[in-house]
């Protein structure tokens, strides 16, 4: 039996795992990278413990696993019963014949038998592993995808639903047998929901969760709270506790009233998250709702044209207050616009920009009598205009 202890891998091995950990991680990862991940696992076993090193530090993580979900044992059963074609099984008629071949215990052919055993065995679980990571990969990784800074991006998902992305945004998405989860980490995304009676569309930000079957409508995460708006069709909005995404309710639906009921696209006054008297609250067409940490709006009226001019490259505010002017700018510009006066904050700010040109909009502060506007290598602050 051999005795030389178990070493941890090199320190070149562990940052390879940890790239490629980061990689799926992040998901949107083609064909090709999964076959040089395949590859390189199949390379040492060295690598195999540096991945599941890396990735039990990671399922340690307070806000990794938060449910429990990785049950060690489950994959191992899960990577018995997957198909083999990873792990070549020996059949019993030839293990007979590897026995009986060399039948002295002296022989050069029993010596290495010995040898043979534990490589065997080494070889058994390496395959096992290998699946099992398959599959570990396969149940708990969501593909994540993300714009930059200005950029915006379109998504065409398997069910043939479509997502925009606007730009600094970032969703989750995680397709199960039951429902099409979306978890919305950031930002604002227009959502072309293809039909499927059988698995609602989920989208969830930290404090809401939007269900739809074949509908078209923007959600836009802010710090503040997160607005709904709907282009077409229905879509059912419930404030959350803020659970993780895998345990999005696909049956919120049961408790809204019907199309046509007399109460459907109506909220009770704003109550505080988490209480019974929140339920979940049905919007239409034309409608918008905003779900704040502390309250929730009654639906009102939504300038479609407005809430989603960010698919045309154009900014439209009307009345909007400069601290959220200087937010959507913020979006696509790499030098910053800064309120450095804290009273100007709420000043209403008017009018259609393009979101490419932000000479535009910082031309237009600079003609507003109440305001100075300095440009710096790094920032444009606004500051309260002096007298003469």
């Given at each position: 039996?051999?005795?030389?202890?178990?070493?941890?891998?090199?320190?070149?091995?562990?940052?390879?795992?940890?790239?490629w950990?980061?990689?799926?991680?992040a998901?949107?990862?083609p064909a090709a990278?999964?076959?040089?991940f395949?590859?390189?696992?199949?390379?040492?076993?060295e690598?195999?413990q540096?991945?599941l090193?890396?990735?039990?530090?990671?399922?340690?993580?307070?806000?990794?696993?938060?449910?429990?979900?990785?049950?060690v044992?489950?994959l191992?059963?899960?990577?018995?019963?997957?198909?083999?074609?990873?792990?070549?099984?020996?059949?019993?008629?030839?293990?007979?014949?590897?026995?009986?071949?060399?039948?002295?215990?002296?022989?050069?052919?029993?010596?290495?038998?010995?040898?043979?055993?534990?490589?065997?065995?080494?070889?058994?679980?390496?395959?096992?592993?290998v699946?099992?990571?398959t599959?570990?990969?396969?149940?708990?990784?969501?593909?994540?995808?993300?714009?930059?800074?200005?950029e915006q991006?379109?998504?065409?998902?398997a069910?043939?639903?479509?997502?925009?992305?606007?730009?600094l945004?970032?969703v989750?998405?995680?397709?199960?047998?039951?429902?099409?989860?979306?978890?919305?980490?950031?930002?604002?995304?227009?959502?072309?929901?293809?039909?499927?009676?059988?698995?609602?569309?989920?989208?969830?930000?930290?404090?809401?969760?939007v269900?739809a079957?074949?509908?078209q409508?923007d959600?836009?995460?802010?710090?503040?709270?997160t607005?709904?708006?709907?282009?077409?069709?229905?879509?059912?909005?419930?404030?959350?506790?803020?659970?993780?995404?895998?345990?999005?309710?696909?049956?919120?639906?049961?408790?809204?009233p019907?199309?046509?009921?007399?109460?459907?696209?109506?909220?009770?006054?704003?109550?505080?998250?988490?209480?019974?008297?929140?339920?979940?609250?049905?919007?239409?067409?034309?409608q918008?709702?905003?779900v704040?940490?502390?309250?929730?709006?009654?639906?009102?009226k939504?300038d479609?044209?407005?809430?989603?001019?960010?698919?045309?490259q154009?900014?439209?505010?009307?009345?909007?207050?400069?601290?959220e002017?200087?937010?959507?700018?913020n979006?696509?510009?790499?030098?910053?616009?800064?309120?450095?006066d804290?009273a100007?904050g709420?000043?209403?700010?008017?009018?259609?920009?393009?979101?490419?040109?932000?000479?535009?909009?910082?031309?237009?502060?600079?003609?507003?009598?109440?305001?100075?506007?300095?440009?710096?290598?790094?920032?444009?602050?606004?500051?309260?205009?002096?007298?003469?």
């Amino acid at each position: 039996m051999d005795s030389r202890p178990i070493t941890s891998p090199s320190r070149d091995i562990v940052a390879e795992a940890s790239a490629w950990f980061v990689e799926f991680r992040a998901g949107d990862v083609p064909a090709a990278t999964r076959a040089r991940f395949d590859e390189w696992l199949r390379r040492s076993p060295e690598n195999i413990q540096a991945y599941l090193e890396v990735s039990a530090a990671w399922s340690e993580l307070p806000t990794s696993d938060p449910q429990g979900r990785l049950d060690v044992g489950a994959l191992v059963a899960r990577a018995r019963a997957a198909p083999e074609d990873n792990v070549v099984a020996l059949t019993a008629p030839e293990i007979s014949a590897s026995i009986a071949r060399g039948r002295s215990a002296h022989s050069p052919a029993a010596r290495r038998r010995r040898f043979a055993a534990p490589a065997l065995a080494a070889s058994i679980a390496f395959g096992v592993l290998v699946v099992g990571l398959t599959v570990w990969l396969a149940l708990f990784r969501a593909d994540t995808y993300s714009t930059g800074l200005g950029e915006q991006r379109t998504l065409r998902l398997a069910d043939g639903s479509t997502i925009e992305l606007n730009a600094l945004s970032s969703v989750r998405v995680r397709f199960s047998e039951h429902a099409r989860n979306i978890e919305l980490a950031q930002g604002q995304a227009l959502f072309h929901v293809a039909k499927d009676p059988t698995r609602p569309f989920i989208v969830r930000t930290g404090d809401t969760d939007v269900r739809a079957v074949g509908t078209q409508f923007d959600v836009y995460r802010k710090l503040s709270g997160t607005t709904v708006t709907v282009l077409e069709g229905e879509v059912a909005v419930l404030p959350t506790d803020g659970h993780d995404l895998g345990t999005a309710n696909p049956n919120i639906l049961d408790t809204v009233p019907a199309a046509g009921d007399a109460s459907a696209g109506r909220a009770t006054p704003p109550e505080p998250l988490g209480s019974p008297a929140a339920p979940a609250i049905l919007l239409s067409a034309g409608q918008q709702i905003t779900v704040t940490p502390h309250q929730v709006s009654k639906p009102r009226k939504a300038d479609t044209t407005a809430a989603t001019a960010w698919t045309q490259q154009r900014l439209i505010f009307e009345a909007t207050p400069l601290t959220e002017v200087a937010a959507e700018f913020n979006r696509y510009n790499a030098k910053k616009l800064v309120i450095a006066d804290v009273a100007l904050g709420s000043v209403g700010i008017s009018g259609v920009y393009s979101s490419a040109d932000p000479a535009a909009l910082i031309g237009f502060l600079r003609a507003q009598p109440t305001l100075a506007v300095t440009e710096t290598q790094d920032e444009i602050r606004v500051t309260r205009r002096e007298p003469h």
